[in-house]
């Protein structure tokens, strides 16, 4: 069983930076792919960012050139690097991911933009 632990969420002004971490009990994310998801109040999760074995990366229009995903040099750590905060980045985030037949989540750490 995989486990995964998100934390750095918190309270931020507009154009404030966040960075949250996402702890696995594994070296999952050596192997497989990974994202982190969010979720705001009334609307369906969402991929934001994702990252792959090889290192490439994907992420949505939404935070395209503000957000940065990455691993941690012992490949069990996962990074979202989130930058010129906006109120819509208002949201529960998640880190994800799928291997050895299973999709893994973390419990999500909350992030509250706001003047």
């Known amino acids: 069983q995989v486990q995964l632990v998100e934390s750095g969420g918190g309270l931020a002004q507009p154009g404030d930076s966040l960075r949250l971490s996402c702890a696995a009990s594994t070296t999952i994310f050596s192997t497989y792919p990974a994202g982190w998801y969010r979720q705001a109040p009334g609307k369906q999760r969402e991929l934001v960012a994702t990252?792959?074995?090889?290192?490439?990366?994907n992420y949505s229009d939404s935070v395209k050139g503000r957000f940065t995903i990455s691993r941690g040099n012992a490949k069990n750590t996962l990074y979202l690097q989130m930058n010129s905060l906006k109120p819509e980045d208002t949201a529960v985030y998640f880190c994800?991911?799928?291997?050895?037949?299973?999709?893994?989540w973390g419990q999500g750490t909350q992030v509250t933009v706001s003047s």
């Open positions: 994800n991911s799928n291997a050895w037949g299973g999709s893994y």
């Open positions: 990252i792959f074995s090889r290192g490439s990366t």
